[in-house]
């Protein structure tokens, strides 16, 4: 039995430069991310005298599948993970310490890169984090094509850093301090809304005059971490969401407007900006060390911590 873990991830500035379509009309993109102590879990195990062995998969998620073949299983990672294998039947099950499809985490990209790290490691090859990372961008663009580079290597690749993305060459992760974050905590909020980024993303890809000046942020909040200045850092934050927003009308609504207007008014709160294409998921909220006013408002928002492992096998 393989049991893998992978971490959800947080964008905080350069997201939709690492698309595919922008990397290759600019040559460059890149992203500062970190991925939270809240995970993907991927279990492989194969029975002795159950249904495995009768030549079955089964595989476990929000549903149970049954199938003889392993192209007729319905679920997208788990087909083509174990079709890249070649994975004898087995079982496979997925799970998850939020609700986390359409959560703006990058929850397709971490459910990915745990199942490669596990069903890898049943079969017996090791692969590197950044081997799985690299591997599981190229099989979910096979089904969904507007993955950008930063969700499998945000998720598992740990720590806080800087991703730069090239046309022709593999992405570089350059490792930034986290000093500045023993200054603030960080408290994910839910928007009560799940969404599809497919066609957020579509629209965004189109606008590269907003992807370029969501780029330039990249260079100055880079800077306010490695100072640890945090009202520099708040700043931009803010004004990357306020860009954001102008990438496509679905980046936001009514909805997500008020809570956001309220989120910004709480006290102690420093900074905000609402988690992957937008449309829903979560909020990040950045709040003064200690001040408890986020959780009177908003009693159901989790405070996160950067995962520094990435993903990790658990048995």
Not at 145 to 167: N, S, V
């Amino acid at each position: 039995m393989n049991i893998t873990r992978c971490p959800l991830r947080i964008g905080l500035a350069g997201g939709s430069t690492d698309l595919e379509s922008f990397i290759q009309m600019n040559e460059y993109g890149s992203v500062i991310n970190f991925p939270i102590d809240l995970y993907t879990y991927t279990l492989t195990h194969k029975d002795v005298l159950g249904l495995n062995s009768l030549g079955k998969y089964i595989i476990n998620y929000s549903t149970r599948e049954e199938c003889d073949n392993i192209e007729d299983i319905k679920n997208n990672i788990a087909r083509i993970v174990l079709d890249n294998f070649e994975k004898e039947p087995c079982m496979i099950a997925m799970t998850s310490d939020l609700t986390a499809s359409g959560s703006g985490l990058a929850s397709s990209s971490s459910y990915t890169v745990s199942m490669i790290k596990t069903v890898s490691e049943s079969v017996g090859i090791k692969l590197s984090n950044y081997d799985c990372c690299k591997l599981a961008l190229n099989l979910e663009r096979q089904f969904n094509p507007l993955t950008g580079y930063q969700d499998p290597y945000g998720c598992g690749m740990g720590g806080l850093k800087r991703l730069h993305f090239y046309r022709d060459k593999d992405p570089q992760i350059e490792y930034l301090p986290t000093e500045i974050f023993d200054n603030m905590d960080m408290y994910l909020i839910s928007t009560d809304t799940r969404r599809s980024s497919t066609e957020i993303l579509k629209g965004v890809e189109s606008n590269q005059p907003v992807i370029k000046s969501l780029l330039s942020l990249v260079d100055d909040l880079e800077k306010s971490i490695k100072v640890s200045d945090v009202e520099e850092f708040s700043k931009i934050i803010n004004e990357g969401w306020l860009i954001k927003k102008k990438a496509s009308n679905k980046t936001t609504s009514p909805q997500i407007e008020s809570l956001d207007n309220e989120i910004i008014s709480t006290s102690g709160v420093l900074s905000r900006r609402l988690c992957g294409a937008g449309g829903g998921g979560f909020f990040l909220a950045f709040c003064e060390k200690g001040y408890s006013a986020i959780l009177r408002n908003f009693p159901n928002a989790r405070k996160v911590n950067i995962d520094v492992d990435g993903v990790k096998g658990l048995k």
